[in-house]
């Protein structure tokens, strides 16, 4: 899905953009799946964002350069899908479907619920970098609709105060 709202952060990661020699071994075992390296980097790219949380312009330049592609393709790939965080998000971060299922079910609702809770608005973190907040597109589960992820936690038939109590009982 393109991300009609991103936008490019300036935050460094810190620390040495190196994965671990368990991580690269993960790689190897991706690349090895594949006819082409190419075909490798989605899940490639997932894994550096699990380590560095975000996918900075230094850790896609690492991962083009180990995969041996091009930083245009990289940057091309990371852009193009809202998965990929091209800034920090909060700890939790809250993805609440606004696509036709969930908005025929109160998504538009539990969206604009969330923006006054948390005070923030589409891929915004709150101060305390607790949260961010993201309207996304159809994430298929429209049979469950509404529905909201947290991080890679999928929420559904949700009403607000399920989603809230969802929420206030994050650790
Ligand atoms: S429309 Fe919300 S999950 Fe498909």
Redesign the pocket.
Known sequence: MADKHSSVSLEKIEGPIVFSAEELAIGEQYKSRYPETKAALMRTLWLAQKKWGWLSQEVQEYIAELLGLSSAHVKGVASFYTMYYKKPMGKYHVQV???????LCG?EELYEHFKQRFGIGHNQVTTDKRFSLEE????????????MAINEDYYEHLTIDSADAIVNALP
């Open positions: 479907c606004t696509n036709i299922s969930c908005m998504g996304v597109e159809c994430m298929g589960a429209c049979g469950y609709a509404p529905m």
